[in-house]
């Protein structure tokens, strides 16, 4: 194990031993792979000593989240406020109580396994994840730095700094649920999140939807259903042509938990249950389910 002492060491331990090292924040998922011989680490570098990366901020409408910011942070923090209650759904499905004081931001994301719950919000908020190596850093979408299963952008000589994303204005909503075995640590048939912006009249002026646990076993947008749902006006018709949309659009598949039957019938109903919250936030209105 080593354990750096600042970010410099830390960044040039990694550019000069590449092979066989495998970072760790809280070690959550880490390991667990490790118990099951899914990794084999030559060094783990802990990344725990880095608490300048556990904040949440906001800057010029941005939203800052540090790598090592639990979920237990993300949701005590100030400026998560009403308008970020996505989190605290995030958070109330999310392992149990020890788990969200241990799980990071950046563990999560980074973990790309096809349960994360963060991922399928960070989509459709339209994060993007900074990256720094000893050489600088780069930026890009959540979208793109998940490449499949288990596997990112990441170097070797890299690490996930921060995810950030826009501010919610007054006419954004976001909404996130998932569906498993039981009520707590759960990993989902399904998870799902919605981001929906309305016009005066209505009329969808912005919407974003995400998967996980669906075909490619990354999450996902379902961006034929968003195109479907753009513009329209929303009532209980267009919900059910949406939902139907998703439903042809879904390429789900079956496995040891669930059949694919089930798990689109799931899905499908989740998609209504969060658009319909997003459209209860932003008019104050139980609408259309
Ligand atoms: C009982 C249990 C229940 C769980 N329930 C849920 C759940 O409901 N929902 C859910 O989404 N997850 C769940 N998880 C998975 C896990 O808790 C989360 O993925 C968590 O966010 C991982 O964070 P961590 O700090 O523990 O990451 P670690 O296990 O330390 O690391 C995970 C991966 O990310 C990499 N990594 C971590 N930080 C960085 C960084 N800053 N830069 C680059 N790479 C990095 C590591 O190298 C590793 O590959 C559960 C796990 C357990 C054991």
Redesign the pocket.
């Known amino acids: 194990m080593y354990v750096p002492e600042n970010l410099p060491d830390l960044l040039q331990y990694l550019d000069s031993h590449q092979i066989g090292v495998?970072?760790?924040?809280?070690?959550?998922?880490?390991?667990?792979?490790i118990q099951r011989r899914q990794?084999n680490p030559k060094v783990l570098v802990d990344?725990t000593g880095l608490s300048e990366?556990r904040y949440v901020r906001k800057d010029a409408g941005v939203i800052r989240i540090g790598?090592?910011t639990?979920?237990s942070d993300l949701i005590a923090s100030s400026i998560i406020d009403s308008r970020y209650e996505v989190f605290r759904e995030v958070a109330r499905?999310?392992?149990?109580p020890s788990?969200i004081n241990?799980?990071?931001?950046?563990?999560?994301?980074?973990?790309a396994?096809s349960?994360?719950?963060?991922m399928p919000v960070l989509l459709v908020l339209d994060a993007e994840v900074r990256l720094r190596s000893i050489h600088g850093e780069r930026t890009m979408k959540v979208e793109d730095f998940v490449k499949g299963k288990r596997t990112t952008q990441?170097k070797p000589n890299?690490?996930?700094?921060e995810t950030m994303f826009r501010e919610i204005g007054p006419e954004g909503s976001c909404s996130f649920d998932k569906v498993g075995m039981r009520n707590s640590?759960?990993?989902?048939f399904v998870n799902s999140a919605v981001y929906l912006q309305l016009a005066r009249d209505m009329r969808v002026a912005e919407v974003r939807i995400a998967l996980n646990r669906v075909s490619g076993k990354i999450p996902q947008r379902a961006q034929m259903t968003e195109r479907k749902l753009k513009g329209s006006k929303l009532s209980k018709q267009s919900l059910a042509d949406a939902a139907l949309t998703l439903r042809n659009e879904l390429r789900l598949t079956s496995d040891f938990r669930v059949s694919e039957e089930y798990r689109t019938e799931v899905a499908c109903a989740i998609f209504k249950r969060t658009l319909s919250r997003c459209i209860q936030r932003l008019v104050g209105e139980q609408v259309l389910v």
Not at 93 to 96: A, D, L, M, N, V
Not at 158 to 161: D, G, L, P, S
């Open positions: 495998h970072l760790i924040a809280n070690g959550t998922d880490m390991i667990n792979r990794v990344l990366f790598a090592l639990t979920i499905k999310f392992g149990g788990i241990m799980a990071t931001v950046g563990g999560n994301i980074c973990s396994s349960s994360e719950d963060l990441l890299e690490i996930v700094v640590l759960i990993i989902a």
